[in-house]
């Protein structure tokens, strides 16, 4: 038997429902994650509930944390051939968003200074997260072809 008829690469593990990926995904850590999400923005806008403003900045952060977090799970359980460019183009929308909030948040209550230098920080994300979800091809995987056509 010689190299030519040995695979390029072995996987441990057949990806499955529960471990996409060859790792196995524990299932409660983001259910627990999720739950904690969601009583802590209960009780931000119970303590906010006189300001309409700040109870709407937790209630659409709140909705698009919860939207980014379905549509990262959708992508993890697609097959990366079909994932499609409107699926990531929507986590992409999702995460931007969020990062425009919280930094409008933040920059409110900072000097000029350090406000631009943070809206700087977070264009470098948003359009750094642009060009790594919708604009950057990866290169073909050799391991996934067989010996005669590589």
């Excluded at 499955?16 to 009780?43: C, D």
């Excluded at 079909?82 to 425009?100: C, F, I, N, P």
Aim: charged share 15%; with cysteine.
């Amino acid at each position: 038997m010689g190299l030519e008829d040995e695979p390029l690469c072995t996987s441990a593990q057949e990806p499955t429902r529960s471990n996409v990926g060859g790792y196995e995904h524990q299932t409660w850590l983001p259910t627990i994650g999720m739950v904690f999400l969601t009583i802590n923005s209960i009780i931000a806008v119970y303590r906010s509930i006189n300001d309409p403003w700040t109870v709407m900045f937790i209630v659409t952060a709140y909705a698009n944390a919860v939207l980014l977090v379905y549509y990262m799970r959708n992508i993890e359980k697609t097959p990366e051939m079909k994932r499609g460019v409107r699926m990531k183009a929507t986590v992409w929308t999702l995460a931007s968003t969020l990062t425009v909030l919280f930094t409008y948040r933040v920059s409110i209550m900072l000097p000029l200074f350090l406000t631009i230098i943070v809206w700087l920080m977070a264009c470098v994300i948003v359009f750094g997260g642009f060009y790594a979800l919708l604009v950057h091809r990866e290169e073909p995987d050799l391991c996934s072809k067989g010996p005669d056509k590589v």
